[in-house]
């Protein structure tokens, strides 16, 4: 029955459609992915990821190329919105808590860069500043906000606050705790 065509044709019929567990819409276009793609093999000046069948991968051992038979070179989309400070998360941090464990919270959010960048290379921190009695974190991807604020609020607990825009183009994740 797995193997069934007309099994896996309603699987796929219903993977295309908007209408999905958590009423997908339509996800915005990204201004920085070129929709025609780039030349391949490519590698990114500033971060090292390379391009590859469409696909950005972390290292080039991941793109199964070595470094040295990449000749083109480019600043791929993450890193030119890290130049631009082209966000598309934004989380704020705030209460007692926070800073009284400030080192431990910004390890966890470090570590939940790297995850998402073993992922996808384009996902990053723009900055981490803190802004008074927040701390607050721009992202290049809108996922990466929401992941940093599921993941603190799974380690830390607290009141978690996200807010998508309409057009899912921008996440806005507000974490708190008092003590």
């Known amino acids: 029955m797995r193997n069934d065509p007309n099994i896996r044709a309603m699987r796929n019929e219903h993977k295309s459609t908007n209408s999905g567990k958590r009423n997908r819409v339509q996800t915005s276009t990204d201004p920085y992915i070129e929709e025609a793609g780039m030349p391949e093999p ?23 190329i070595q470094v040295e038979k990449i000749d083109r070179t480019v600043i791929c ?8 400070g082209y966000a598309e998360g934004y989380v704020e941090l705030s209460g007692d808590y926070l800073w009284q464990h400030e080192e431990e919270i910004r390890n966890n959010i470090r570590n939940e860069e ?14 981490m500043e803190r802004q008074g ?43 708190s705790r008092s003590h």
């Open 114 to 127: 790297k995850k998402a960048q073993d992922k996808n290379p384009l996902e990053k921190i723009i900055s």
């Open 42 to 64: 490519s590698r990114c000046t500033s971060c090292g990821a390379v391009y590859l069948n469409k696909r950005w991968y972390i290292d080039a051992h991941a793109a199964s």
């Open 133 to 175: 009695d927040l701390l607050v974190i721009e992202t290049t991807e809108e996922k990466l906000a929401e992941h940093i604020g599921r993941s603190l609020n799974k380690a830390h607990q607290g009141d978690l606050k996200i807010n998508w825009a309409e057009d899912h183009a921008i996440c806005r994740v507000y974490w």
């Open 77 to 84: 989309p993450g890193c030119r919105k890290v130049q631009d």
